[in-house]
């Protein structure tokens, strides 16, 4: 069951709980991966000296955690790692998940 994007549209700390064991589904014409969602951070935009966002910082790099709930973005970090982030709470509102780890379900 594909999740709705009102799932989002709630603070980045209950949402981090609840897509816990969610399946992230990945489909192209060459194959379909799946891995469960085991560990997640959260990241509460102004207040949270780890976030992006922090102290409202608004910049081409974090713009889209102030839009629309539900989008994915990818990015990379230390010149080395692709750490992939959801978009949570509402506009204006730069909350965002970490995806840490998925336990591999189907592909690679």
Known sequence: MKIERDF???DALT?????????LVHITEEWITKGKIVEVEAYV?????ASHAYNNLYSERTKIQYGEVGYVYV????????????VVNKISMPEVLLLRSLEQLEGI
């Open 8 to 10: 989002y549209n709630r």
């Open 15 to 23: 949402v981090a709980e609840e897509v816990l064991g969610k399946t």
């Open 45 to 49: 935009g102004p207040k949270d000296r």
């Open 75 to 86: 990015y990379l970090i230390y010149g080395m790692h692709i750490c992939m982030n959801i």
